[in-house]
């Protein structure tokens, strides 16, 4: 399995950060979102009382098949919902990109992330033979131009 790419960006709420980067592959196949520092991806109110409505640990996202998978985590019952609707703890629900997600008052849509340049370079360089020539001596330009950043 490739690593998968996905970002979700806050559109509602006081909340911080607005940009939480999901890279889910073999090695980690599951993230966490809450007010905790042991979150996986912190979440942060400016709001002191609707942050400590937040769960330490509110949601789970997981990676199963090529599939993202929601899970709420929080006993509090209306805190999590997808797509307006309220989720339950224990439910697991399959996630599609454009699908909203809110926790208490925090509402991030989940979206196609961009991966990253090396990645990029990496995918292009593996289509054919000839790209993989011309990355390859680019690659060697910079390297011996700059080798502290190799």
């Given at each position: 399995?490739?690593?998968?790419?996905?970002?979700?960006?806050?559109?509602?709420?006081?909340?911080?950060?607005?940009?939480?980067?999901?890279?889910?592959?073999?090695?980690l196949k599951k993230v966490t979102l809450g007010r905790s520092q042991k979150a996986t991806h912190q979440v942060k109110s400016f709001n002191k009382k609707m942050h400590s409505k937040m769960s330490r640990t509110h949601v789970e996202i997981t990676i199963?098949?090529?599939?993202?998978?929601?899970?709420?985590?929080?006993?509090?019952s209306n805190s999590t919902l997808l797509n307006n609707k309220p989720i339950f703890s224990g439910k697991k629900f399959e996630l599609q990109i454009g699908d909203k997600i809110t926790m208490v008052q925090a509402t991030y849509i989940l979206e196609k992330g961009k991966g990253t340049i090396g990645k990029?370079?990496?995918?292009?360089?593996?289509q054919d033979e000839?790209?993989?020539?011309?990355?390859?001596?680019?690659?060697?330009?910079?390297?011996?131009?700059?080798?502290?950043k190799a």
């Open positions: 399995m490739n690593s998968c790419f996905y970002q979700l960006r806050c559109i509602g709420g006081d909340y911080r950060p607005t940009l939480i980067k999901l890279k889910l592959n073999t090695a199963d098949d090529d599939k993202l998978v929601l899970q709420s985590l929080s006993r509090h990029k370079i990496i995918n292009s360089a593996n000839v790209n993989k020539k011309k990355i390859s001596k680019i690659i060697i330009k910079i390297v011996e131009k700059n080798p502290e």
